[in-house]
């Protein structure tokens, strides 16, 4: 039973650029969220998807959108890149249990470096 | 907006003692309360998480309380080893599909030999 997976597991863009990151969640999930996490900080919450739709967001730029795909697969866009961009991006997966969410479980991440 | 605190930044305790983490929370709604622990260059990983509708978990060495009164919830390792240095981070979220999970900035533990 694979876990979750993403890829490619380091990028290096120029500023300006766009750049696209994949995740395929833990297998029986359903629910993908992706997270920021800059050297030192914790992860930061950029948006959740789940039924193919983004269900919520947090406090992140238009720049950055994502796609969910009918196998729960999904994409993180990030357009008009910053220095500031250059984080760790973990993707996390989970699904429901009665009306709870059943904890989450990361990726490996991605390392984007901004040059 | 949501926001979870953590304390303290960096923690450093001799092979053996108990190591604790505090955190706080602000949404009032939050019923739910991961910890993650994050090894360098890893991925986090869970290690023991709590409803609202309990007080207090176990699991071996490890231990969460909350007191929802207070809004605070707290990480108890005892009897701590080499491998419980890492970072450790605390989250809280409403536990509902359509809620965000609010991390806060980590807590370095380091164990002494």
């Known amino acids: 039973d694979a876990g979750v997976t993403q890829s490619p597991t380091h990028l290096i863009k120029t500023r300006g650029q766009q750049v696209t990151l994949r995740c395929s969640p833990k297998?029986?999930?359903?629910?993908v969220s992706w997270y920021q996490q800059a050297l030192g900080q914790g992860p930061q919450f950029i948006f959740q998807y789940y039924e193919e739709e983004e269900r919520q967001r947090g406090n992140f730029p238009d720049r950055f959108s994502g796609h969910q795909f009918p196998n729960y697969s999904s994409e993180l866009n990030v357009n008009a890149l910053l220095l500031g961009d250059s984080a760790l991006y973990l993707c996390a997966s989970s699904t429901l249990q009665g009306a709870h969410l059943k904890e989450q479980y990361f990726g490996p991440g991605t390392r984007l470096t901004v040059t | 907006g949501e926001n979870v605190e953590q304390h303290p930044s960096t923690l450093s305790v001799q092979e053996g003692d108990s190591a604790v983490i505090k955190c706080t929370y602000s949404d009032s709604a939050s019923n739910y309360f991961p910890w993650y622990k994050q090894e360098l260059g890893k991925r986090p990983q869970l290690i023991i998480d709590i409803r609202s509708n309990v007080g207090e978990k176990k699991d071996q060495r490890i231990a969460v309380t909350l007191n929802k009164t207070a809004k605070h919830f707290s990480l108890h390792i005892t009897e701590t080893q080499p491998e419980d240095s890492a970072v450790y981070f605390c989250a809280a979220s409403r536990g509902n599909r359509d809620d965000k999970i609010i991390f806060g900035k980590g807590t370095r533990l380091h164990i002494l030999p």
């Open positions: 297998s029986g999930h359903d629910t």
